[in-house]
């Protein structure tokens, strides 16, 4: 299996959210992952990011855990970025910013992080 390190925008320290389970099953299924979250420092004793540009290592994924509105303040970062994919998760689905990042040559999916692991489809 490849390491492909993802990056977790709505990152979250709550056991029951979904941006948290994935953090769990991805290390699991051995990838590394960069949380991000704007208030938060660590989860778990894990450094927390407060934007995806803090981030010096490489990204090959990222996966969504924010709704439509908040993306805004990331798309720049996101079209910007040297990721090769995107996974917007359900309840993040953002068919404008979908476009541009499919415009600016990424691999878009709508899809649930959790599932793809646990189906070897990540």
């Known amino acids: 299996m490849n390491n492909l390190p993802t990056a977790i925008i709505g990152a979250s320290n709550k056991p029951d959210r979904y941006s948290y389970k994935a953090m769990i099953m991805l290390k699991t299924h051995g990838h590394d992952s960069y949380l991000v979250h704007p208030k938060l420092k660590e989860v778990n004793g894990q450094k927390v990011y407060p934007e995806i540009e803090a981030i010096k290592g490489h990204i090959d994924t990222v996966t969504l855990y924010i709704n439509p509105e908040l993306q805004t303040n990331i798309e720049k970062s996101l079209i910007d970025s040297k990721v090769r994919r995107v996974i917007f998760n359900p309840g993040t689905e953002n068919e404008a910013l979908e476009k541009?990042?499919?415009?600016?040559?990424?691999?878009?999916?709508?899809?649930?992080?959790?599932?793809?692991?646990?189906?070897?489809?990540?």
């Open 100 to 122: 541009k990042l499919i415009a600016s040559g990424k691999e878009v999916l709508r899809a649930c992080t959790l599932v793809l692991l646990s189906t070897d489809q990540y």
